[in-house]
Every structure is written in structure tokens, then in C-alpha cells.
């Protein structure tokens, strides 16, 4: 085909599907305005009681999530096509589902099992499809599209072979917010977010290889796929505010906004402000804290003394084995120690009013059997032949007169006997009993045997200094659910991102979030930093799931250029010499490595940002350095701990060698800062 026959078919092509796109914005505003009259019908409606009120709210509800579904898509609605082997119908795939008024679908939801060969269909297995067709939007215009035949058939005078959108999306500057990558998933990335595994999927795979694409899309899937675990709620878990910050977008512009996108400060709702030695955060993110905070919470939970109680109805005692057998009651379901107390003091109650019961009717029975002594009659059957007379009923007996039901409800707001309730349960505060457990040095060294002794008193002498640290949130989350009983916000699913990261601790704060076990994790554990001790996902998982996790691996790098890749293999080979270079799409410039020359590192940073900036407008630079270095320069500024999952254009490492020596984790802090680049690495080292 010469250019200008390709010109003209392009022409032909985009005014085809742009006729087709108008179409489906024309049915956008026509079903957003049926769906705000129907909602608004139903809210004029005048609920009769309770039930239709629930029912009027959830259908409200459910217009309006449409109405919202309506309103986000209407960016970049329709990205893609399919067409049969053989004729036959296209599909058009976008953002969400559409019918026409008469019910013929307009567009196919991009999560929908039959927008799957737009991902999965290769020229080896074309899965039905002759083609598979990319349309590049600019809002609501058309500007290409792009075609592959995959059923091997010659190109048609409609089709228009190019290069994929894959290529334009990685090849624009970085914005500092990640963008959602639902037109351009890979089908390796595409087979784990739709995957119909319900329980937990682990993805690992290098720096770059789209697992937080896959995380954010398969949130996006789960909402769509699952309505009852979408029910219950969706939780991103990610390591800190900036990271956050960075994926925050991509679930609104995938039209989904009801999911919750949290640090381990927002689930505990605590901030750390205090911080310590990784070394120190590593040991306090050990599970052998789960049995010290647990048995100090057992500890206030062993007194089972007798109970004396005087009411208006006598004197009531509960002996030991009673008292005993209610705490026991009291013990079971995990229900938190606070909660638990409510159920000792019921059990206690229904045994004291069983107790009077008992006293009361032995008393009566003494008193008919004193009377009928002195009287010579058998009261009961006296009294039961006369009622016989009148009808079929049975004797009330003064001791069924009593009203018991107002004893228990008295008994239960009885100060006296709270009094004795909270000797026996004494009320814990979750924040107290953590600082307890912290500062007791003999039970420190007698759970961590290991840990050097001034670890220990280092963390028993900080116990009671004000504020907690990262590692203290883990466990006050702990200490909250052995207190106060089970968190009050629960998920169906949960995705962790970098979840490497996670201590044993922590992992039992997420785990505790997710009930039913419905989880995506993603991490790369060549990552890890320097305050968890996990190495394995066996190593993290198996106390809750033992082995039953599926676990996919990631294999090609869309972030960093196969130059920068390359000369990570070195540090990559020690840090974890099981692990493969992942295989790198993109080409570009060797790292660099600048010296700073006898005006400094500062200096120099300053110049070599200046310069940067100058060469490359509009592209973003990323400085990371050691986590205590203070560098002051037009750029984001990173310490490499927190610089996981993050990327930049152009990355700047100040001092590597440096990084790569504070501390345990600093090789793989450098291997985290080496891959966040997406076209320039340069390395500042120190000296001439
Ligand atoms: N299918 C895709 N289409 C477009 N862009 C993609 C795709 N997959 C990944 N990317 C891009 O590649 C870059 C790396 O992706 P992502 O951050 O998800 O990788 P990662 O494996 O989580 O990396 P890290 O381990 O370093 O945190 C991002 O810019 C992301 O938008």
C-alpha cells in the first residue's frame, strides 16, 4: 500500500469508528439521563416503614453508582476492537458495558469475559479472532488506529497494521501519577487479573514488570466480576502516603471509585511519630510478639473467685466452679477482652438469677411442707384439685410470680456486682497493655533468646516515650484486637502492593482485614527493606494459609531500558542470586556516572539537575539518596528506603556507594533506586 492509499484508508477507518464512538457518548448522556430521572423517582417515593426505606436507599444507590460509572468513563470510553475469523460482528471494548435502546450491545466492559481475547489472543492461539484493532483517543476524537491480523490472513484493504499502543504509552514522559493501563495489558498481566482464583494470588516478578498495574486492574476486576465480595469492600494496602499519591488515580479513571487505598497508619488510624533503628522495627516485627501480647491479656483473665451478691430477693453466691465455667464461656470466640466482659457479667447473671430461682422455690417448698404439716394436707394437690375444677391451668407458684426477667435486667446494671465483674476482668486499655508487654526486659529475653541484650533493654527503655513508631502500629493493632476484639472494617478483598515490606506482624494486621482470604499480593522480594525479616512468601503466608496461595511471576520489565537493566545483574546476582533478569522492552543510554568534582555533592547535584532540566523540559527527575542525607534541590528528593514502587524519568542516585552500605538492606535499597528510571540513570559519586 503506498502512503497515500494508507492515508486514505486510515481516513476511512477513523471516520468508521468515530461515527461508532459518537454513537456510544450519544447513549452515555442518554442512560445517565434515565438513570438520574429513575433515581430520582424512586427517592420521591415515601418509604412505609424501615424495610422499604433499606430497599429505596440500596436502589438509589445503585442508579447512582451507574450514573457515576456513566460520568468517569466518558474519558477514553472505547479503546479497542475485535473481529472474527470468518466475518461476523465486531466487539468494541472500553471502559464500561453499553446496550443500545434496544438492548444490542454498544461495548463490551473491558473485564467482561467476552473482552478476553482483545488480551489474550496471540498469532499462535488467535482465539477466533482475524483481528485485533487499538484506537487512540484524544477525549472524545479519534486521532489512529492500529491493527494485527492474528489468524495469520492477508491484511484487508480496512486494516491497518502498526505499531501497538504499547510502545506509545511507555514511550510519553513521566507525570508522577501512574496511569491505568487497561488498553495495553499484556497477556501474562491479563491472565492474573481476570483469573478466576478466588482465594490468595501471589505475583512476584523483577522492578517494572507492571505488578502494581496488575494489583490496581485486578481491584478493578474483583469490583466488576465478584459483586458479593465487591460488597464487602475492596482495600489497597501500600507502603506509604507518596505511594499512594503516585497509584491514587488509576482506579477513579478505571471508574472505580469505592476503593479504599490505605498505609498501615490509616488502618490503625495512628501516626507514627516516632522512629527507631531498622534493627530495633525488625524485632518488634517478629510473631513472637502475637503470644507476648496475648498472654499478657490471659494474665488479667485467671481469677475465678466466688461471687456473694445481695439483692431484694436474697442472698446469691456463685462458687468457684461457677464463676470458672462463665469465664470460660466468656473465653470463647475471640471476642476481645473488653467485649468479653459484657458476656461474663450475662453468664453471671443468668447463673445468680437461676440461683435465687433455686432458693426461692426451695423456700416455698419448705414453707407448703411446714404448713402442710401443721395443717395435715397436701397443699398442692388441694389447691391443683380446686384449679382442675375451673379449667385446664396449673398452679402459679409464688415463686413464678416473681418477675425474673426485671431481677436480670436489675442484676446487669447492678453496681455492686460490676464492681466484682471488673475484679476478676479488670478493664485493659490496648495501648497501655502494648506498653507493658514492651517494657518487660525478662519476658523480652525470654521470647527472643536470639536478640542481642541491648536490642531488648533498647526497646524496653523506650516503652513508655511518647507517640509510637512504625513497627509499634503492627503491634498496637495486635494488642487492639486481643483488647478490643476484631477491627470494625473488614474487606472481601484485599490487594497488598510492595508486599515484600511486610513484617509478620504486619502481615497479621492485613490478614486480620481479610477474612475470607480473597487477596492479591504483589512484591518483588529482591526488594526488600531493611525492617522485615521475610524471605520468602512461603516464609510470610504460611501461618495463615499454610501453602494454599497461588503464586505467578512476571517476567517482562516495562519501566526500566535494558541498558539500566543490565547493569543491575551484578547486584542483583547477590542480593538474590535465585532470581532472572527480567527481560526489558525498551532501549536507551548506558548509566552514567558523574563525579562531584572539589565543589561537592550539593553543588554538583544542583548543576547536574540545572543541566538536566534544561535538556530534557517536561520530564521528570528523581534524586534519591541515603535515608539521612539533606540535599537541597529543584527535584523530588528520595530517600532510598521509600523510594520503592515509585519511577522517574530520569533518576539521579547520589552517593550509591553510600547507599549500599547503610545498613543490611542497603544493597537492595541501591537495587530499588537503580530501577526506577524509565530513560536516564546517573550515578553522583563523591570526589574528583
Ligand atoms: N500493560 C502495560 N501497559 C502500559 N504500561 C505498563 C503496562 N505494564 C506496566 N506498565 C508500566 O510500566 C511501569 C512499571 O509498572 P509497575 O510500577 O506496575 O511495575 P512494578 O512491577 O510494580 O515495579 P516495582 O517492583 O519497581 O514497584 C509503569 O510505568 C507502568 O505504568
Known amino acids: 500500500m503506498s502512503t497515500a492509499e494508507r492515508d486514505a484508508a486510515a481516513a476511512q477507518q477513523v471516520g468508521e469508528e468515530q461515527r461508532a464512538l459518537d454513537a456510544m457518548h450519544a447513549r452515555v448522556e442518554a442512560e445517565r439521563a434515565e438513570r438520574i430521572a429513575a433515581r430520582a423517582t424512586v427517592l420521591a417515593r415515601t418509604p412505609e416503614d424501615a424495610s422499604e426505606s433499606v430497599t429505596r436507599e440500596a436502589e438509589a444507590h445503585r442508579f447512582q453508582e451507574r450514573i457515576r460509572q456513566l460520568e468517569a468513563a466518558v474519558h477514553a470510553l472505547c479503546f479497542g476492537r475485535i473481529d472474527p475469523s470468518g466475518g461476523g460482528r465486531g466487539l468494541h471494548i472500553g471502559r464500561i458495558g453499553l446496550r443500545d435502546a434496544h438492548g444490542e450491545t454498544l461495548l463490551v466492559d473491558w473485564r467482561a469475559e467476552a473482552a478476553r481475547p482483545f488480551y489474550a489472543a496471540t498469532p499462535a492461539e488467535p482465539l477466533g479472532l482475524r483481528r485485533r484493532r487499538h484506537l487512540r483517543l484524544q477525549g472524545r476524537t479519534i486521532e489512529d488506529v492500529s491493527d494485527e491480523i492474528l489468524d495469520g490472513s492477508a491484511p484487508l484493504p480496512g486494516d491497518l497494521v502498526g505499531d501497538g499502543p504499547l510502545a506509545e504509552a511507555l514511550s510519553g514522559a513521566r507525570t508522577g501519577r501512574m496511569r ?22 501471589v505475583v512476584d516478578g523483577g522492578p517494572g514488570t507492571g505488578k502494581t498495574i496488575v494489583a490496581l486492574h485486578r481491584a478493578a476486576y474483583v469490583l466488576y466480576a465478584w459483586p458479593a465480595i465487591a460488597g464487602r469492600g475492596v482495600l489497597v494496602h501500600g507502603p506509604n502516603r507518596r505511594f499512594l499519591r503516585y497509584i491514587s488515580d488509576v482506579l477513579p479513571s478505571l471508574g472505580e471509585n469505592d476503593v479504599q487505598l490505605a498505609t498501615l497508619e490509616d488502618l490503625v488510624g495512628e501516626q507514627a511519630t516516632r522512629s527507631e533503628p531498622h534493627r ?27 461471687i456473694t451478691l445481695r439483692t431484694a430477693h436474697g442472698t446469691a453466691t456463685l462458687p468457684a466452679t461457677v464463676v470458672e465455667a462463665a469465664r470460660r464461656t466468656a473465653l470463647q470466640d475471640d471476642r476481645g477482652h473488653e467485649p468479653a466482659r459484657a458476656v461474663l457479667l450475662e453468664t453471671l447473671v443468668d447463673d445468680l438469677v437461676h440461683e435465687l430461682e433455686e432458693a426461692a422455690a426451695q423456700e416455698e417448698a419448705e414453707f407448703e411442707h411446714e404448713l402442710a404439716t401443721q395443717l395435715g394436707l397436701d397443699l398442692d394437690r388441694a389447691v391443683a384439685g380446686d384449679l382442675g375444677r375451673l379449667g385446664p391451668t396449673t398452679a402459679a407458684s ?95 478483598h484485599v490487594v497488598v502492593d510492595e508486599a515484600q515490606q511486610l513484617s509478620p506482624m504486619h502481615w497479621r494486621a492485613i490478614m486480620r482485614r481479610c477474612p475470607e482470604r480473597s487477596m492479591t499480593i504483589v512484591g518483588d522480594l529482591a526488594q526488600a527493606g531493611p525492617t522485615t525479616s521475610v524471605r520468602s512468601w512461603v516464609d510470610a503466608l504460611a501461618p495463615f494459609v499454610e501453602d494454599r496461595f497461588e503464586h505467578r511471576t512476571l517476567t517482562i520489565n516495562y519501566r526500566t531500558t535494558a541498558e539500566i537493566l543490565e547493569a543491575t545483574r551484578p547486584l542483583l546476582a547477590r542480593i538474590a542470586p535465585e532470581q532472572r533478569l527480567s527481560t526489558s522492552i525498551r532501549h536507551g543510554q548506558a548509566p552514567q556516572q558523574v563525579a562531584a568534582g572539589a565543589a561537592g555533592l550539593d553543588a554538583a547535584l544542583r548543576e547536574l539537575v540545572a543541566q538536566l532540566t534544561a535538556e530534557h523540559p517536561g520530564e521528570l527527575i528523581g534524586v534519591i539518596t541515603r535515608a539521612d542525607a539533606v540535599v537541597d534541590v529543584e527535584a523530588a528528593v528520595i530517600g532510598a528506603p521509600d523510594a520503592r514502587g515509585l519511577e522517574f524519568d530520569t533518576v539521579i542516585i ?33 570526589g574528583e
Open 180 to 201: 491505568e493501563a487497561a488498553s495495553t495489558l499484556q497477556a501474562e498481566q491479563d491472565r492474573i487479573v481476570r483469573s478466576p482464583h478466588r482465594g490468595i494470588t
Open 280 to 306: 530495633i522495627a525488625r524485632l518488634k516485627g517478629r510473631a513472637e510478639f502475637a503470644d507476648l501480647l496475648a498472654a499478657a491479656v490471659r494474665a488479667h483473665q485467671v481469677r475465678a473467685e466466688p
Open 398 to 492: 409464688p415463686a413464678e410470680d416473681i418477675d425474673w426477667d426485671l431481677i436480670q435486667a436489675d442484676l446487669l446494671e447492678d453496681p455492686g456486682l460490676a464492681q466484682q465483674v471488673t475484679a476478676l476482668w479488670p478493664v485493659l486499655r490496648a495501648a497501655d497493655l502494648l506498653r507493658d508487654v514492651l517494657a518487660d526486659l525478662p519476658a523480652l529475653r525470654a521470647a527472643f533468646p536470639d536478640a542481642p541484650a541491648a536490642d531488648l533493654e533498647s526497646i524496653a527503655a523506650s516503652a513508655h516515650d511518647r507517640g509510637w513508631t512504625i513497627a509499634d502500629l503492627s503491634l498496637l493493632d495486635e494488642a487492639r484486637a486481643l483488647v478490643d476484639g476484631p477491627p470494625p472494617h473488614v474487606f472481601g
Open 654 to 686: 547520589v552517593d550509591p556507594a553510600g547507599i549500599e552500605a547503610a545498613g543490611e538492606a542497603g544493597p537492595r535499597d541501591l537495587y530499588v533506586a537503580m530501577t526506577r528510571a524509565t530513560r536516564r540513570l546517573i550515578s553522583l559519586v563523591p
